[in-house]
């Protein structure tokens, strides 16, 4: 998963490559008729804002469901909108401008992005303690340069079965 900040989009083919072992975007597949049927992509990106792990938790399992994940990366990149706010500064604007409280709606440490280690950090934990993770999933967070389109790994979390 990764920002939806369109100066990341080279996120997800920088994944792919990343591993090495992922086809994006990949091939559509088509029936007789031409009716499309399905891809030859493994890698299968969710794009949220600021790339946290809460707002994909869903697509996660339903993920895992449908085409049996072994692998879940995060991406979070350098110049991210996230990072120019904090939870408390976007629920008090809210209040504010909207005339709601959206202070209990998540997590107060997967709102905004103060520093990327732990930003991804706390966002693969999320995932891995998850009810709808499965445990052989690898988790990784990387950080993305938008500029040189560079990925860093910075946290890994592949169960000892896995490694």
Request: proline share 4%; net charge negative.
């Amino acid at each position: 998963m990764y920002c939806f900040d369109p100066r990341a989009a080279g996120a997800a083919q920088a994944v792919a490559d990343h591993f090495g072992d992922e086809v994006y975007p990949g091939e559509l597949l088509l029936d007789e008729t031409g009716r499309k049927i399905g891809s030859t992509a493994t890698a299968f990106p969710l794009v949220v804002g600021g790339g946290r792990a809460a707002d994909a938790l869903r697509s996660i399992a339903v993920s895992q469901h449908l085409f049996g994940l072994e692998r879940v990366v995060v991406v979070h990149h350098s110049f991210c909108g996230a990072t120019s706010f904090t939870a408390e500064g976007i629920t008090a604007a809210w209040k504010q401008e909207q005339h709601g409280d959206i202070s209990s709606l998540y997590d107060w440490d997967g709102i905004a992005i103060t520093d990327f280690e732990k930003s991804l950090t706390y966002d693969v934990g999320l995932i891995r303690n998850s009810p709808g993770t499965p445990k052989h999933v690898e988790i990784y967070g990387l950080f993305y340069d938008i500029d040189s389109g560079e990925l860093t790994e910075v946290v890994r979390d592949v169960p000892a079965e896995a490694a």
